[in-house]
T-cell receptor, first 117, second 111 residues
Framework: GAVVSQHPSRVICKSGTSVKIECRSL??????MFWYRQFPKQSLMLMAT?????????EQGVEKDKFLINHASLTLSTLTVTSAHPEDSSFYIC?????????????FGEGSWLTVV | GENVEQHPSTLSVQEGDSAVIKCTYS??????FPWYKQELGKGPQLIID?????GEKKDQRIAVTLNKTAKHFSLHITETQPEDSAVYFC??????????FGQGTELSVKP
């Protein structure tokens, strides 16, 4: 299947600082990427839809000024957690949509563990 | 809003037995239903998917069935192996191309 890469896989940051997570589609172009958050033993919760060349669309309850999303190219979307707090500690996962003539398929990255201390 | 319900939340089977996980969805416009396997600490891995123009799809030991009328879809794993142990998520695409996930099923295959 198609490959989506996330970096870093793990990051620890201090409260009040910002941290950036990158999501890359390695072997295909993705006009749309999605960012999810997952708490232990829970399902994936969609945070926002990232569209190349335009503003991201955020789900209800997700603070767009806190979770900045940039999709500057067809292979890269970034999520920046600003002024991080311990409650932002979580597993963040991105996905990218591969468009084929037969239909779209969505592939996920390996996820990024964020710990805010 | 749109949602996906998944059952059971946990499933324990003996190696070699079959495992079945069921999901229902609410958005009748959904037309794409992927299944993901997630191992501890890793991102979800696509294992099989089905589109609304077919009722069944099979890939070796894994099969998925779809009943659009009832808005049900199921994952079937035959001849289970210990390495099949993981959390499995069903999902459905809703308006805007967004994926909505079920709650997950923790599958344990005992040797």
């Amino acid at each position: 299947g198609a490959v989506v890469s996330q970096h870093p896989s793990r990051v620890i940051c201090k409260s009040g600082t910002s941290v950036k997570i990158e999501c890359r589609s390695l072997d295909f172009q993705a006009t749309t990427m999605f960012w999810y958050r997952q708490f232990p033993k829970q399902s994936l919760m969609l945070m926002a839809t990232s569209n190349e060349g335009s503003k991201a669309t955020y789900e209800q309850g997700v603070e767009k000024d806190k979770f900045l999303i940039n999709h500057a190219s067809l292979t890269l979307s970034t999520l920046t957690v600003t002024s991080a707090h311990p409650e932002d500690s979580s597993f963040y996962i991105c996905s990218a949509r591969l468009a084929r003539r037969s239909g779209n398929t969505i592939y996920f990255g390996e996820g990024s563990w964020l710990t805010v201390v | 809003g749109e949602n996906v319900e998944q059952h059971p939340s946990t499933l324990s089977v003996q190696e070699g037995d079959s495992a079945v996980i069921k999901c229902t969805y609410s958005d009748s416009a959904s037309n794409y239903f992927p299944w993901y396997k997630q191992e501890l600490g890793k991102g979800p891995q696509l294992i099989i998917d089905i589109r609304s123009n077919v009722g069944e799809k099979k890939d070796q030991r894994i099969a998925v069935t779809l009943n659009k009328t009832a808005k049900h879809f199921s994952l079937h794993i035959t001849e289970t192996q210990p390495e099949d142990s993981a959390v499995y998520f069903c999902a459905a695409v809703i308006q805007g191309g967004k994926l909505i996930f079920g709650q997950g099923t923790e599958l344990s295959v005992k040797p």
